[in-house]
């Protein structure tokens, strides 16, 4: 009876002991920090008490490469402050576009294309292409003319059904891309800061790809020269636009998916902005929002790179003929090589 009552025991003991070794169902790992489907809070910094700086992503974290990978942002805001010099930033100086370029990936060395004019230079910042791709060359509002030719960003984003505004200080940016292409056109020939405004109110009705246009620092650059106490007044005031922007953006919920990239046409040197020198050609060039890397972007970036990386992040698949090239770089996926100049 003993043995039996121990044979029992010993056989509960070793059912026990394979009962453990059975496989068991483990939790998934959890989602990357970097690029998930749940979007990361961005903050910019900018000179007010309603923003809060940028918080960096740590410096451990890691990307696995791959196409598939995208930001998760889900819309892109282009801001151009026509004729910015990019030492005009710490001269003037610019303390909110300052705090994005060091919460976000920028460079000071971008090149804009030839002849560096307003309207050749934002037709290349939007459509990807060279001018002796698009074809402009002019620089004033000649409705004869047409618009640039090939497809541009705003071409592309429309037919895939996304919204689409353009707000402008200048009539003569209406030629870098076919009306039919925008939801919202506004041209408003006034100040930065009423050009601001109007743009808020765009933001309030929510959209997918807008380009703002600010112009007061351009005017006073012809008006009074780029290295006069007037030009460093009007990046203040392109400064304070800025501003308002981002907080429109706070204000409407779109902060934190929102891709926005600053960058300019052309600089300038005593009162024109009209031959190929590097005072002249070279502009800042800005990204900042979810999933940036903050850096200093080393690669070269041209102002053809505009449109490229605004394609990519909204997951819309780049012409072949497009010069530009995304600049993956800034979310910590290496770039293809780009050719130097982008535009010869």
Not at 103 to 108: F, K, P, S, V
Request: glycine residues 6%.
């Amino acid at each position: 009876m003993q043995k039996q009552a121990t044979f029992i025991f010993l056989l509960l003991l070793m059912t026990l002991f394979c009962a453990s070794c059975l496989p068991v169902e483990t939790a998934p790992l959890p989602a990357s920090p970097l690029f998930t489907e749940t979007p990361v809070p961005l903050t910019f910094l900018a000179a007010t008490p309603t923003l809060t700086p940028f918080q960096p992503l740590p410096p451990t974290a890691t990307l696995t490469p791959t196409a598939t990978i995208r930001p998760v942002a889900t819309r892109v805001l282009i801001v151009s402050i026509d004729g910015l010099r990019p030492d005009a930033i710490a001269n003037a100086p610019m303390p909110v576009l300052d705090g994005i370029m060091q919460g976000g990936a920028y460079t000071l060395q971008a090149q804009t294309v030839l002849p560096p004019y307003t309207l050749p230079a934002h037709a290349s910042m939007l459509t990807g292409l060279c001018p002796s791709q698009h074809g402009v060359t002019w620089d004033t509002y000649t409705p004869s003319k047409g618009v640039a030719q090939g497809v541009d960003i705003f071409d592309l984003a429309h037919e895939l059904g996304l919204k689409t505004v353009m707000v402008v200080s200048k009539d003569k940016l209406r030629q870098v891309t076919d009306s039919k292409n925008l939801d919202v056109f506004r041209s408003v020939a006034s100040s930065d800061d009423t050009a601001a405004k109007v743009a808020v109110a765009e933001i309030a009705k929510g959209f997918d790809l807008m380009f703002v246009h600010l112009d007061d620092v351009d005017v006073a650059g012809h008006d009074y020269d780029w290295s006069s106490p007037k030009y460093l007044e009007a990046a203040r005031r392109a400064d304070q636009a800025l501003s308002t922007l981002i907080i429109a953006l706070e204000t409407a919920g779109l902060r934190d998916d929102t891709l926005m990239i600053v960058t300019a046409d052309h600089a300038g040197a005593g009162t024109n902005h009209l031959e190929d020198d590097p005072e002249i050609i070279t502009i800042p060039w800005i990204l900042s929002g979810v999933g940036i890397r903050p850096m200093v972007i080393n690669e070269p970036v041209s102002i053809v790179d505009t449109a490229a990386t605004a394609a990519w992040i909204l997951n819309i698949p780049l012409p072949l003929e497009w010069a530009g090239y995304p600049v993956t770089e800034a979310f910590g996926i290496p770039s293809d090589p780009r050719p130097v100049p982008r535009c010869p």
